[in-house]
Structure formats: structure tokens, C-alpha cells
């Protein structure tokens, strides 16, 4: 059962509320982390000259700061929320993927301890959290930090990505009966856009890190202009990602202070669907803006303007939100609790962000502030005024759920005071800083700069910052040694989280709830006749079985092993590599076959989902969604270096399109033998589903022999990687396609190997149909490849 | 459990047609690679037939025609996306202004 206890039940847990803990424990301590180094970096700029670190720790702190407290702290916090409650929220006995759900976070875990692992080394990543090219070139960071710094990116990122699927898939097929889109609780509406925002934004910082890790490892030149690379390249695929992370980050606050808002002002949110809208505006806007973090390096007046446009345009959802929270408190009863501070101080201190955001819309205006502290000061607005203090909302309004014990109010709220001035007294004056020209990432100035003062009130402010983290561990130590019991429904609470016992069963819900209302709760309580449901929307029926709930795993951290020893392979020996790959590859395999065979674990019958989808197919549509951002980074970094090579060999002179005709065609028909296959295995002819199985892998081999051929070819004509940029984009491009060819023929062999041993019969056709639309998926990709690189030279 | 697959996708016949197809229009972009009268007009024929292939593997191989419409909104959303930042990519590096070398 997933409540076995001990450490081995901790490790082997699959239950979401146990992950949400883990998740929300490792977080608040690398969040600790991150404020120890905020700490250092402050007493260093107290005073002028100042000697507490050298130049290179100062380097160091900031980045790992900055990289801990996005990627390791408020990302994780809100990880941690999504786990614990949405299945609450939204009446499921636990997400759509448990075991991945385990892994995601077993990977998190290993990720941040690798990065961090590189203080022991002497090798803290110096580069700044944004990592810069070509300060991170070889040439410029010869040492491991910065290979510290992308590998653990990289595995953070696989971390972020399997979480993001499987909270989609939940949020949208694992509803309650009754829980139409447009009666989610916002705070699950906001964790879905956030998911979307991950599995889309991921891909592109994936590949400028990959990039960056072939410049490093094998000489290319991506961000090189020695060879015709240009380190904008990385500014615009780590900014592409980078600003849609901001609302990764403060959407879930702005989440969770949807929730907490309309509980103490005892009325619903305000414009609920106007708040809904907004949020997912924003969402999208998200991916139209990156470009104004890089007004100064000369994009031109158009692409200025464009940016300009969109990012003034992405201040009217964000402001619309603010109005409708502060209506929902307008003419409220009401209750001044410690979550209701959090949640006021939130708006109050985002506002002040999102206003200098504004600010920063203007080009003009930007390339004054460009680098300066009034960044530090807009940054810190919305990531620590908006994000943290939502967090803390959300700490405070949960925390009886999770535990089962009340908070101090008292406590609280001097947490709440504490951090509100400790905050104001160390950003306010960066504004000012800012205005004075002192720059970002400097580690001393001089005493006639006339910075000091300023920079001393930001230190103090910091220490007050501290001691309300400090209040805070008090607060929950206390409680949790001798909290008052919380009860089920401590706030009053609308939604069906409190509906459960504090804390919920392993299980959830004794009986899965129907829903009739926007506000459930408050409607149960108050009696209110069932809303009409909504028309198209299906409404599936209760659960007639018993319950079922997937047995502890281990897997999940032997995958999670093995992805982190691939990582350790590359600073240390490329054979850890390797065996990490064994290691990843075997964890996978006993993971598939854990429940006597692939699909054999209660897989959620179709009748019973939200949407009536399989998980597996929600879940492989959103990975292909993703895959989709994944390669058109590639092939707009060969499109942008297109005709930009400085030598030879050219595309003209040396891609050989007979041979390739041959082996597109061969993809193309294998894209054929791959729905003959499942039509097979649909119908239950097990002659054919091994024949065309067998086919669809054989012809996948094919076109990589053709691959392989043309490779070596290409090598003995003088094209490499390293010689110049249409080597580089043409090999990385290509060869990315060619290791999805190679995974989907190792896949398709295993289905042949099951067919082989007659366990493939038509209700396993489901793992061939996911399989399939993998296969398809590169076949597609090829097409656009075929077109854009071999026929469009 | 399954779906009803073999309900909603389309017959063998079927699939052997777009395979047809989908060979004659590989054949046709090869073709139209060498005819040089056509070389004014070479890109947009050749996006043009690409993004024909792309559609008939994406709807009828991979179902996106007959299945839910929550799945075509999962894949033709982000794709949508990474077209534009491709495009937006391509004209911020200089690859739409004319004459560039």
C-alpha cells in the first residue's frame, strides 16, 4: 500500500501527498540554501571595498543563488502545491502517473544535490543564472563549473518535463463527476497553464544547453563568432524559455491567492472567468515577449517595437487580475488571518513589480536600467513579492490540511511583518541604486560612488528577511510538536480538499464526489440548489469497483539513478555515462513489466476519465506537443545559420538527395507498416502484428543505415561537426532525429518481442497505438527536415 | 482498456492510398528539385507539398481526423508556436532580407 511508512516507504512512495511533502521539505531547504548565499552576497556590497568574499565566490553566489532559488526553490514550492492538492482539489484519488510522478521528483532531488555538489569541488558555476555566451565558452570557463551548471540544468529540466505531462493528463482526465472546466478551482486552472508553460518552454533552453554542451565537449561553434556563431543564438533560446518562466513561477502564486482571497472575504472570486482568461492570456502572451530582456543588444526598431507592443499588451491580463482580486475583497466579511496578509501583501508587492515591469517595456527606458539594480529590484518585485509571498499564503492556508495541526496566528503574522519590511528595506533602495548606475554583479565599489547607504539598508533589510524565515521555522516546529488540531475544515473552506479529514487518507476520498457547484463546499454547506451542468462538457459516472491504488515503487529512483550517473559521466568518465544509461535503461524496463506486463497496472477505464481518454494517449500527445518546441529550436538555429558558414563544405556541394529521396521514402512507408501493425493487433491477428511490427523496425534500421552512410560520407568529404556552422546545425539536427529513430526502433523491437510471446493481444493496443504515434511523430519531423535542409538549400 | 480503434480509423484500403499519395508527392518534390524552370518558384512548391505530407501522416496515420479534438488541440497548439518562433528566429537573424550572403 502507498502508506507503508519508514524511510523505505518514503523511497519507494507513489502516493502524491508524500511527494508533495518531499517536493515542499527539499525546497524550503534549498530555498535556505539560496538565502545563506543572498546573505553573503549582501554583506559584501554592506560596505564599500569590501573583502568578506573574493571576486570569483561573489561570481559563484550570485549564480547559485539565482539558480537555486528558480530552478530549486520557488519552481519546486509550487511543485509541491500541485502534488499535494490538485488530486484533492479536483476529487482523484492521486495523479494520472504516480510512478512518474515519483520519478519527476527523485529526479529534482538528484539534480539539485549534482549542481550543488559543485561547491565541493571548487567548481560553483560563476556564469550568472542566465549563463551568458560566450562567458560559458570553454575558452572564457575552462573548468568543470559551468559543465556543472548545464548538465544540471539539463536533469532538472527532465524533472520539470515528466511532471508537466503527467499534471495535464490528471487535470484534465481525472476530474470528479460534475467538474466541468468552469468549475476548477483557480488554483488548479493556473497549475494546468503552468504545466503547458513548462512542457513548451523546456524544449528551447534544452536545446541551447545541448548546444552549449557541443561547444564545450566537442568544439563546435553555435555561439562562437570565430566561426560564424553568434552568442545571441543562447540569449534568444534561453529567453524563449526564460520568460515564460516567470509565469511558471507566479502563476501558481497568482494561483493559490485565488483560493485564499474569496475564503476570507466569505464571497466567491470576483469575475471568475475574467480571472481564468486572464491567466491563460497570459500564458500565451508569455511565449510573444522574450525578446524585450534583450533590447540592447540591437535587434533593430521593428523587432523593438514588437516586443514593446506585446509586453505592454501582457500588463492589461495581469492588471485585470488585480482588479478582480481587490473586488473580491471589496465589500467582503472580512477575517485577518495570516494566508489573507500573505495574500494582500502579494498583490501590494507584485503590483510594484509588474509597474516597473512596465517600465521596462519601453526600450528607451530599459536600455537606461539595462543591468543595473533596478533590474535586481523589478526581478526581485515579482519573484519574491509575488511568488514568495503567494507561497507563504499558500504554506499558511494548506498547512492545516497537510498536517492536521493549526499554525500560529500570532507567529504568522509577526512572520508576515518581518518579511514585508525586511523585503521593502532591501529592494525599495535597489530602485535607487539603479538610478545611481550601480550595476548588477559587481562584488565591490568604491566609497566615492556614493552607493553606500543605500546598499546598508539593503543588507539590514536582508538579516529582517531572515529572521521572518526564522519566525516562520519556529511557527512550524512548534505546530507541528504541539499545533492545536485543525479539524477538517479549519477556514471555512470552499473547495474539496476540505472536505477530506486533515490530513486526507492514503485514498483521498472514501467515495469519489459529484460536483454541482463552482464554490462545492460552500454550496454543500449552505444548502444551494445544483447548478445546470455544463452542455458539452461530459459528466462521467462514479467509480462502481472498490479502490485501487498502485503499490510502492523502487523504479522510479533506480531511473532517476541512472539519469544522474549519464550527468556524473560527463565531468567524470564517459564509462559512468554509460552505466548510468544501463542503469536508466534497466529501471525502465522493470518498471514496464512491474505489474506483470506493459499496461497491466489498472489503467483508468475510459469510461471513468474526464474527457473518456486513455491517460497513456492524453499524456503522449502533450510529450509530442513539447517534442514540437524541441525541434523547431534545432531547426531554427540551422535556419538562422543558414548561408552563414565562413568555409566549406556547403549544403550544395555535398548533400546527396538521391540517397536521401531513398531513405525518406523508406521512413515514409514504415510510417505504413506501423498502422498495419496496430490495426493488427487491434483485431487480434497475431501473425500480422509481429509481421508488421517486425517491418516498421526493420525499415526504421534501414533509413539509419542510409543515415549512418551518409554520415561517414560527409566525414570523408570534410564535413564535421567543428568545421563550420552547417556541419554543426546539419550533424546536431540530424542527428537528434536519427537518436528518435534509434529509441523508437528499440521500442518497436520490444512490442515485436511481447507479439513473439503472445502477449499482445487487442487489449494491449493501446501500447502499440502510443508507440505509433512516436513513430509518425519522427516520420513528420523528418518531412519538415527533408524539405528545409536537403530540397531548400 | 482500449478504445474503439478499428470504429474510428479509417480501413487498410484507406491507409494504402495515403501511403500512395504520400509516395507520389516525395516523388514530385525530387522531381520539381531538378526542373530548373521551376527554381523561382522552388520554396513555396515545396512548403507547400511538405506541409501536404505533414497533414496526411498527422491526420489519417496518426488519427488526428477521426480522434478527440482535445488531442489535435494538444498538437497543432504548440506546433503553431514553434512555427511562429522558427519564423520570428529566421527574421531576427537576417534570413528574410533580401541580397544577405
Known sequence: MTGTGGIRGWITTVDHKRIGILYGVTAFVFFLVGGIEALVIRLQLARPDSAVVSAETFNQLFTMHGTTMIFLAVMPLGAAFFNYLIPLMIGARDVAFPRLNALSYWVFLFGGLFLNASFLFGAAPDAGWFGYANLTDRQFSPGPAIDFWLLGLLVLGVSSLIAGFNFIVTILNMRAPGMTFMRLPVFVWMTLITQFLIVLAFPTITVGLFLLFFDRYLGTGFYNPLVGGNPLLWQHLFWLFGHPEVYILILPAMGIVSEVLPTFARKPLFGYPVVVYSGILIGFFGFGVWSHHMFTVGLGAVADAAFSLATMLIGIPTGVKIFNWLATLWGGAIRARTPLYFAVGFIAMFLMGGLSGIMHASPPVDMQQQDSYFVVAHLHYVLVGGSLFGLFAGIYYWWPKMTGRLLSDRLGKLNFWLLLAGFNATFFPMHFLGLLGMPRRIYTYSADRGWEPWNLVSTLGAFLIAVSVLVFLVNAVRSLRAGAPAGPDPWDGRTLEWTLPSPPPVHNFEEVPTVAHRDELWARKRRRPAEPPAPREPVPAPAPHGIHLPPPSHYPIVVAGGILLVAVGALAHVAVSVLGGLLAVYGIYRWAFEYGGPGRGHPAPLEETSLGLDHRKTGFWAFLGSECMFFASLIATYMAYKGKSLTGPYPHEILNIPLTSISTFVLLMSSLLMVLALAAVQRGDRLGAKLWLFGTAFFGLIFLGFQAYEFIEFVHEGLTLQVNLFGATFFVLTGFHGAHVTVGVIWLLSLWVLALRERLGPADAMLVEVAGLYWHFVDIVWIAIFTLIYLIQ | ?101
Open chain 2, 1 to 101: 482498456m482500449t478504445e474503439p480503434a478499428h470504429e474510428i480509423h479509417p480501413p487498410i484500403r484507406a491507409y494504402l492510398v495515403i501511403a500512395a499519395v504520400l509516395a507520389v508527392i516525395t516523388a514530385v518534390e525530387v522531381a520539381v528539385f531538378y526542373i530548373t524552370w521551376l527554381a523561382r518558384f522552388l520554396v513555396p512548391i515545396l512548403l507547400v507539398l511538405s506541409a501536404a505530407k505533414f497533414a496526411l501522416v498527422a491526420m489519417f496515420f496518426m488519427h488526428l481526423r477521426s480522434d478527440s479534438r482535445v488531442f489535435s488541440g494538444l498538437f497543432a497548439g504548440p506546433l503553431a508556436i514553434a512555427i511562429a518562433i522558427i519564423l520570428v528566429l529566421m527574421a531576427l537573424f537576417g534570413a528574410f532580407v533580401v541580397g544577405r550572403p
